[in-house]
């Protein structure tokens, strides 16, 4: 854990336990820890289907020992950050869950306001190796799909 200091000009700043760099002006400690994964080795990470979580922001490439049917949790968002996922395997389907059934997808706004569904199933990553998928935070709740090179469906 960090502490964040206030230096005499009223910014607040902190390094979190990975080596980041965090500000968050609220002042709230667990927001600034959810903003340290934007920086340091929170920013690139390599998963496959046996993966904790995939963390919720910079860019994450599923690798190729993911196979076919993998079910592979995101981190919930945090509000503004972008997620981008780059699929480096010959699976024909993976699927992503959110970690919580109060944390959803929106892939549309009528999707959004129906409340949106806690997975996506990411088809044509084989055909596409190298295809991308990019998740915004709209909340601390919910994941706004921003744009895919692959087929996604919830």
């Not at 390094?15 to 002042?27: C, E, K, Y």
């Not at 919720?56 to 919930?76: E, F, K, Q």
Request: avoid cysteine; aromatic fraction near 4%.
């Amino acid at each position: 854990m960090f502490s964040i200091r206030t230096s005499i000009h009223g910014r607040r700043l902190a390094l979190s336990s990975s080596g980041g760099i965090v500000s968050d002006p609220s002042g709230s400690t667990q927001g600034a820890d959810r903003s340290a994964q934007m920086w340091g080795r929170g920013l690139f990470e390599t998963v496959s289907g046996a993966v904790g979580a995939i963390s919720n922001s910079g860019v994450s490439i599923v690798s190729s020992d993911s196979t076919s049917g993998s079910s592979m949790p995101v981190a919930a968002p945090v509000q503004g950050v972008e997620k981008e996922i780059v699929f480096q395997t010959s699976a024909t389907a993976l699927v992503l869950h959110t970690t919580a059934t109060t944390i959803k997808f929106n892939s549309t706004l009528a999707e959004s306001a129906a409340g949106g569904s806690t997975t996506l199933t990411v088809t044509g990553a084989a055909a596409g190796i190298g295809g991308t998928l990019v998740l915004r935070g709209l909340s601390a709740t919910a994941w706004q799909i921003k744009s895919a090179t692959v087929s996604v469906s919830s």
